[in-house]
């Protein structure tokens, strides 16, 4: 079967702004970002679906999904913080590897209810990721000290 595009990620076959790594994990920023900050932690493995995700795998994944949580808002205090998982094309799922969306929310985004689901925030150039992804690194590092 033909790789998913988060595994190729996982494999270092394609570039991507990754913030986070351990031997079960991946964290790295999303290429359309619905806000500043937005990132997206998968187990390496191709697990498709919560379905096929096992208790120990899913173990691992929540605690880097808290840690990712906890730099971004040390990093760009967000007024809130969304984690989104998608299962299956009906529910929004586009990359056929489970991940989780971990998204920062702003003021600006806020139209008094909802929070917009469209991508409001430019990818950036490569410098302005690597900016974002140095100062997600850098809150990671000292959630460890
Ligand atoms: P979902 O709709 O839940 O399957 O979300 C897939 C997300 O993956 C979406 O927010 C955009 C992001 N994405 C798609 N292709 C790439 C890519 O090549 N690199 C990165 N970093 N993110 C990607």
Known sequence: ???TIFEQI????????????????????DAFPLSKG???????????????????T??????????????????????????VQNNGSYASQSVFHLHFHIIPRYDDEYDGFNYKWDPVSEPGSDDERRELEGRIKSELESLDE
């Open 10 to 29: 996982a494999d270092r076959e394609i570039p991507a702004n990754i913030v986070y790594e351990d031997e079960t994990v991946l964290a790295f920023m």
């Open 1 to 3: 079967m033909n790789k």
């Open 38 to 56: 937005h990132t997206l932690v998968i187990p390496k493995r191709p697990i498709e679906n919560i379905y096929d995700l096992d208790e120990e």
């Open 58 to 83: 899913g173990a691992q994944v929540m605690s880097a999904v808290t840690k990712v949580s906890k730099a971004l808002r040390a990093a760009f205090n967000p007024k809130g913080l969304n984690v």
